[in-house]
Structure formats: structure tokens, C-alpha cells
């Protein structure tokens, strides 16, 4: 759509020259009997001027009786400066003036303050002015315009004479309108089939039609106001029922235009399009305290309803809090509102550096927890099944849904603690404390928190036998995985009697596995004769201690195979379980872990029947009737 323009009187522009740089003078038949002066620029004109009551008052207090007396006067206080009164002089010498929307605010408060009204001539500036404002106000770009005219020298006025109030309303209205019933803009040339073929849209038919604009189409020329401007317009746009993701999409847009720091690479969850063409150029560089103030104001305007900011948002904006040292209670507003969405948080936003006075950790970790803390009070509390109830493959592959957002966050935490386990500065009760926070039932396999855990006893080599302990009892041996038992059994950074509890509990989960098999033996050759039967039953122990003894050769031989591997492993945190173990590179040197530990025990040169007394009790709850027991030697 053209920009509104509109042409007021009929002589030519080069009647007011400007002779010296900061005078103006009317060339005119008649010499130049007044001298306005404004600011530093001086006005030389006649007294016969008659539009203005300001300006026909002030001569007449100047010269008194006698009116042939040249005369001086002042305005200093015109809305719009020397600027503003030029425009006005013109209208009154009936010079040619264009009206736009660059200028008619700052004219229309000067017509005000000079008094140019229909009681000192019909047709008046005031009038002029006003009819040219109403007219320019139906367009979008020409209120934008309108509205950045009003600067600190013009805004008092433009505010009395309710010309700001005007524009903001008229912006939500369009804003909040929906551009596809409304067919704006009506006048859009794109491209057709070509750079060179363009086509206008009739109104009419559908080929040639301009495409809709989204719905972030005026984010990018909103972004162009100051704060105070700003937080009317969105305060308008709500009071029109616009939606929370829209108007937090226009937040997220001006905060990352006006705030250092808060946009990161590879980070566009508003899906903002940029506006639309023509927008405005590049933002304001403003001083911590102004950023410091500008941020508080954002947190201040940011909806409510969960889900509708971003959490990578919120938590860029609490970067920007901490570094800027941002009031308390804005720190804990953008903390509690990511707090309550923190399933959608990324590990790399978890990171916020610490930039206190005191800090001790490299990463603000007390932030973390108090997220982590409020996600758990706001989250509601699901069934907490065992893992003997609960089918870990579905868990890890596709978890319920109503465990979807926690156990997302438990393996956010995981990772965290990976990443900040490496800091010397973290102390082990502040580890604990937010391991702990999550619940056993978020965690389908505790790989996670074991590689976290064996990287904190890493980077921690001074810790206590009891403190190495109580970590480790944070993670359940029973819901490890192959690869991280193996790892763990070979592990000399874990206690003994960690160790123990691993080996006890793979020596467990073998013998189930090896009675399957069994189990599934007899239900195969249920169809046989009686005699088949019967001596399939009648294995010796010495039969079934061969499988198992067997059975374990395989996995000592992955577990021994890890062994090479482990003195190569990588001292970066992003290397997983999975990844550090390599059961087919090279071919096992040493012993299996469970004779190196009966090793260590003394144990390995017992006989079996020794060796069957140092088995574990049965686990609580099991049945009066034991099978046979396996002989695991080493």
C-alpha cells in the first residue's frame, strides 16, 4: 500500500530560502519586519501573518502602539522544534507543504500550540492536520511512521492532543485482525513464475492472489518502538483478545532485537518470518542499567499459560538475568516458569554460568535445582512400579504418557550431572541432592546416572570410601544394562562393595535366563514320549553346571574384552556407556572381572563346594522351593 501524502497551498517551495545556516527568510515583496526566533534558528517574517493567535499575540505584546517598529520574539517551546515551525510559516505563506506521516504528528501539535484554529481563518492548520492524521491512520506502515514521529520533543503534546492513544489503537486493530477476511493489503506484487513476471491481485478471482501473511507479520515493525510505546501496544493487543503464543511471540522478537545475548545459534522457536518489507533497521544499543530495565519489563509482559514462551527462551533469558545481576524476582519468575515446562529444556540452556560475587561452581547449579524442584511440585505423581513389574524395553523405547515428561527430564538431569560432574568445585552432597530429586520410577535403565557418577569419581579422586558409597546408592545395580555391568565390574574407581552388588546381580539374571532356556526346552518336547522326558529331567548338576559355567565365558569374555578399552577411555563427558564399550576390539588379555574380585578376596582357590557357601541368600519373598543352584566358578 503507497504511502499517504497530501499537498497543501499553491506558491513555489523557493519563496523561504535559507541564507545563512540558521535563517530562513520569506522572499516577499515587503521587507521583514518580525524575527521569530526558535532555538537557535531565526525566522525573519511580516506581521501581517494572521493564522496564528500564539504567534499574532506575542508580536502585539512586542510592539505595543506602534506597529511599524520591528520586533524579536521567542518560541522556545514548540512541539517539533524549528522543524515543525518551518512547515507551519509555510502554511501560512500558502507555500507548498507535503503532508506525510513522517511530519504531521510533530505539525499537528505545533498547529496546536500556536493557536491555528478555525477562529483565525477557515480551513486552518489545525483542521488540515487533523484530517490528514484520521485519513493516514487506516494504514498499517503510515501509523508505524506516525508513531516513531514521536519523539521525547513531540510526545507530551502528541499525548494531550490523544494522537499517540490513536495510533496504538489503531495498530491492535490491525494487528488482531485476520488479514484473509479483511483482503489486507489489498495491493501486493510478488513473484508469479518469474523474477520478471508479477501479478496483481483483482480482488476477484484467485490467480494472482497475494499470499496471507502469518500471524507474526507485524512483529518486526512493533520491535521499532521504544519500551513505554511498546508495553501499550501489547497491553492493547490482549485487551483485543490476541492469543498468549502470539503476543509471546512479538516478546521474544523484541527481546532479541533490543537484548544482547538472549538470541543463540540455532535458535528460532518463534519461527518468526522477519515482518514484513520495509521494516524498520537495527535496534538500539542500550547500558546494562537499560538492558537490566528492559529486561525485567519483558519477564514482566510474558504470558502465563505453561507451554506457550519456550523453555530455551526462558532459559536464555535467565542467562541474560544472571549476567545483567536482574532483580531477584525476576530471576525467579523466568526460574519457576521454565521450572514448570522443564521436560521442553535443552542440556546445552541448563548451563548457566555462574557470575556471583562468591561463586564457587563454574555452572549456577543451585538454579538447576531449584527448577528441577518446582518441575516436581507441578508434576503430578505417577504410579512408581518396580523393576521387576515394570517392562524396561517399553520404557526406554516408548515410556506411557503420562511418564513422558518426567522421564524426559530424568535424562535431561543425567546428562547434566555428566557435564557439571567434571567441575572440582561441586561438592558431593550438592550431586546427591540432585540426583535425588528425581523419582526411581523416571529412570527405565540408571546407565545415565552411572556414567555420570563414574565421571564425578573421576574428576573427584580425593572422595572418602563412605562418600564414594553414598553416591553410588543413588543408582539401583539392578536396572543396569550389559554394557554399563561390564563397565562397572571392571571399574576400580567404584567400592567393593558396588562391584559385588553388579556381579551378584548379573550371576542373578544369568540363572533366570538359563532356566528359560530350560523352561522353554520342556515345553518344546511336551509332545515326546514319557522316557525322553524323563531323562531330560534327570541331568546331572554337574550337566547343568557345564551350561552355566558356559553361559558365563560369554560374558566374561565381553566384560574382559572392556578391559582394553577402559585405560583408552575418553575424559570428554559426551562419551556414552555404549560408546566406551568395544567387546570386539582387540582379544581379551586378562582374567574375567569375577575372578579378579574373588582375587581380591581371596577366594579363587577355593573348591566349589566352598565357593557354593559364599552364594548371596535369596532374595526376600522367594519361593520355599529353590531350583538348583549354579556353580558360577571362577
Not at 521499532?224 to 497491553?235: C, D, E, M, T
Request: charged share 25%; aromatic share 6%; proline share 6%.
Amino acid at each position: 500500500m503507497a504511502a499517504a501524502t497530501r499537498v497543501i497551498g499553491s506558491k513555489p517551495s523557493d519563496c523561504f530560502q535559507f541564507q545563512d545556516p540558521s535563517t530562513w527568510t520569506c522572499i516577499t515583496e515587503l521587507a521583514s519586519d518580525v524575527v521569530v526566533q526558535v532555538g537557535d534558528t531565526s525566522f525573519h517574517l511580516h506581521k501581517l501573518i494572521s493564522h496564528s493567535g500564539t504567534l499574532k499575540k506575542l508580536v502585539n505584546e512586542s510592539t505595543g502602539d506602534d506597529d511599524s517598529k520591528p520586533c524579536t520574539v521567542r518560541l522556545d517551546d514548540v512541539p517539533g522544534g524549528a522543524e515543525a515551525f518551518l512547515l507551519a510559516v509555510r502554511f501560512c505563506y500558502d507555500v507548498e507543504t507535503e503532508l506525510n506521516a513522517g511530519n504531521v504528528v510533530p505539525l499537528r501539535c505545533a498547529a496546536e500550540h500556536l493557536a491555528m484554529t478555525e477562529d483565525y481563518g477557515e480551513g486552518n492548520l489545525v483542521q488540515q492536520a487533523e484530517s490528514f492524521l484520521s485519513e493516514m491512520l487506516a494504514g498499517w506502515d503510515d501509523t508505524v511512521r506516525a508513531l516513531n514521529a514521536c519523539d521525547d520533543a513531540v510526545l507530551p503534546a502528541a499525548e494531550d492532543l490523544l494522537i499517540v492513544p490513536r495510533c496504538i489503537d489503531s495498530l491492535a486493530d490491525k494487528a488482531c485482525a485476520d488479514p484473509t477476511l479483511t483482503g489486507w493489503p489489498m495491493l501486493q506484487y510478488f513473484t508469479a513464475k518469474s523474477l520478471e513476471e508479477t501479478a496483481i491481485w483483482d480482488g476477484i478471482g484467485a490467480a494472482g492472489r497475494p499470499p496471507s501473511p502469518g500471524p507474526d507479520w507485524w512483529y518486526e515493525q512493533a520491535s521499532s518502538f521504544g519500551l513505554p510505546v511498546y508495553k501499550r501496544l501489547i497491553a492493547a493487543v490482549r485487551s483485543r483478545g490476541m492469543s498468549p503464543e502470539n503476543v509471546a511471540g512479538s516478546l521474544m522478537h523484541y527481546a532479541r532485537r533490543h537484548l544482547s545475548g538472549v538470541r543463540r545459534r540455532g535458535d528460532n522457536s518463534d519461527g518468526s518470518s522477519r515482518g514484513r518489507a520495509g521494516a524498520s533497521g537495527t535496534a538500539a544499543v542500550f547500558s546494562a542499567g537499560d538492558q537490566r530495565t528492559l529486561l525485567e519489563e519483558i519477564v514482566a509482559l510474558l504470558p502465563v499459560e505453561k507451554s506457550v514462551t519456550p523453555t530455551r527462551f526462558l532459559l536464555g533469558l535467565l542467562r541474560v538475568a544472571t549476567v545483567l545481576h536482574a532483580a531477584a524476582a525476576c530471576r525467579d519468575a523466568l526460574e519457576r516458569r521454565a521450572g514448570n515446562q522443564l521436560e521442553e529444556a535443552a542440556l546445552e540452556d541448563l548451563l548457566i554460568p555462574n557470575t556471583g560475587y562468591s561463586a564457587e561452581t563454574l555452572y549456577d547449579v543451585d538454579s538447576v535445582q531449584r527448577m528441577l524442584e518446582q518441575f516436581m511440585v507441578t508434576t503430578p505423581p505417577a504410579f512408581a512400579a518396580s523393576p521387576e513389574t515394570t517392562d524396561e524395553g517399553q520404557l526406554v523405547d516408548a515410556p506411557p504418557a503420562e511418564l513422558r515428561p518426567v522421564c524426559s527430564v530424568a535424562k535431561l538431569v543425567d546428562g547434566y550431572l555428566a557435564e557439571v560432574g567434571t567441575d572440582a568445585n561441586l561438592k558431593p552432597s550438592k550431586f546427591q541432592t540432585i540426583a535425588a530429586l528425581v523419582p526411581d520410577y523416571a529412570r527405565a535403565i540408571d546407565d545415565g546416572l552411572y556414567r555420570a557418577i563414574d565421571i564425578y569419581l573421576k574428576a573427584h579422586p580425593w572422595l572418602t570410601d563412605s562418600e564414594r558409597e553414598q553416591l553410588c546408592r543413588l543408582m539401583n545395580c539392578q536396572k543396569l544394562s550389559l554394557e554399563a555391568c561390564t563397565h562397572a565390574a571392571q571399574n576400580e574407581r567404584l567400592p567393593l562393595r558396588v562391584v559385588v552388588q553388579v556381579l551378584f546381580f548379573e550371576q542373578l539374571r544369568l540363572r533366570t535366563t538359563v532356566s528359560g532356556w530350560f523352561f522353554a526346552s520342556d515345553n518344546a518336547d511336551q509332545g515326546s514320549s514319557s522316557d525322553n522326558c524323563v531323562l531330560q529331567r534327570r541331568r546331572s548338576d554337574n550337566d547343568l553346571d557345564f551350561v552355566a559355567a558356559g553361559s558365563l565365558s560369554e560374558v566374561t569374555t565381553e566384560e574382559d574384552g572392556f578391559a582394553a578399552a577402559r585405560h583408552d577411555e575418553p575424559s570428554s563427558p559426551a562419551m556414552s556407556v555404549a560408546e566406551i564399550h568395544r567387546p570386539g576390539k582387540g582379544k581379551p588379555k586378562t582374567k574375567s572381572a569375577l575372578s579378579r574380585l574373588l582375587g581380591r578376596l581371596g577366594l579363587c582357590g577355593r573348591s566349589s563346594s566352598s565357593r557354593q557357601q559364599l552364594q548371596p541368600p535369596p532374595l526376600p519373598g522367594a519361593s520355599g522351593k529353590r531350583r538348583k543352584s549354579f556353580d558360577f566358578g571362577c
